[in-house]
């Protein structure tokens, strides 16, 4: 029981520390969490730990954040990205195959 009700204590939401957000996300069968929120008007560092050797989930796409990005296997990378407006922004691998969410509000 107690590790079931850990999963749902698991938050897609960034934590904010001197003023700034971050989150990590594992890259593994596609993205954990899929979706994040993010808080507006804040700088989010967005860390992927990718452990999946596929080359589709090599690199990370945040085209409204003009992010393109190599993922390297088995270490942490961070994405740092200005989350200014309000809104849903899709992230994906380089290929566009896997995808995910950012949820600014």
Do not use: W
Not at 9 to 19: E, L, P, Q, T, Y
Not at 26 to 39: A, F, M
Not at 91 to 97: P, R, Y
Request: aromatic residues 6%.
């Amino acid at each position: 029981i107690r590790e079931v009700s850990g999963l749902f204590n698991r938050s897609n939401k960034a934590r904010v520390k001197n003023g700034r957000q971050a989150i990590t996300i594992s890259v593994k069968d596609g993205y954990k969490p899929e979706t994040i929120i993010l808080q507006k008007g804040i700088s989010a560092d967005i860390t992927f730990n990718r452990k999946n050797p596929s080359g589709c989930l090599s690199q990370v796409k945040m085209k409204d954040f003009a992010v393109l990005e190599d993922l390297p296997l088995n270490e942490k990378h961070t994405v740092t990205i200005q989350p200014n407006r309000e809104g849903t922004y899709e992230f994906s691998c380089g290929m566009e195959m896997y995808k995910g969410k950012i949820v600014v509000k």
